[in-house]
């Protein structure tokens, strides 16, 4: 059997996100992909931390205006 798991290098799913999804739900996806991207990396997430200690502000909260 064979399989045909990413045989496009993404590239079918990329047209169709820009040829039917709308621009918000791009921009959500875009987003909430960077929300993820910091979190699983223990080095960015590390740097947001003290960047939120220097300015006193909620983890999340910076989280977020890092993936802004």
């Known amino acids: 059997m064979i399989r045909l798991i990413n045989f496009d290098y993404g590239f079918s799913n990329l047209l169709y996100n820009h040829l039917f999804i709308t621009r918000g739900e ?33 983890l999340n909260q910076m989280i977020r205006e890092n993936a802004i």
């Open 26 to 58: 791009q921009q959500k996806n875009r987003f909430e992909f960077f929300i993820e991207r910091i979190k699983s990396s223990p080095k960015w997430l590390h740097k947001i931390k003290k960047q939120a200690k220097v300015l006193k502000m909620p």
